[in-house]
């Protein structure tokens, strides 16, 4: 059983950054694959980056890739989401998911490839 919680959420301006962490519980989190996704009103939850469980490799949608960096520090359990050059349409629930990759070395890219979810963090960018 894995548990993670999310923070660093909150309003910034166009062009603002935020960095969002997810801290996560139990001593297996090297062996998860994890991944950030969001949702914004009236939209379906979406991907927005994944990495794999050594942090080597990771992987980026489109809307995202060049402003937000994905990140983790397994000696801390801890997942990150540095979000820089934010724009209006990146407001949402920011949600981060851990993905039993204990046999993949690999990121995982789809919602039912994680098997664990945290309880999301708001994030508003203001024109």
């Known amino acids: 059983q894995v548990q993670l919680v999310e923070s660093g959420g909150g309003l910034v301006q166009a062009g603002g950054s935020l960095r969002l962490s997810c801290a996560a519980s139990g001593r297996t989190f090297s062996s998860y694959a994890m991944g950030w996704f969001r949702q914004a009103p009236g939209k379906e939850r979406e991907f927005v980056s994944g990495?794999?469980?050594?942090?080597?490799?990771?992987y980026y949608a489109e809307s995202v890739k060049g402003r937000f960096t994905i990140s983790r520090d397994n000696a801390k359990n801890t997942v990150y989401l540095q979000m820089n050059s934010l724009k209006p349409e990146d407001t949402a629930v920011y949600y981060c998911a851990a993905g039993d990759s204990s046999y993949s070395g690999t990121y995982y890219k789809h919602e039912n490839e994680y098997d664990y979810w945290g309880q999301g963090t708001q994030v508003t960018v203001s024109s």
């Open positions: 990495i794999n469980r050594s942090g080597g490799s990771t």
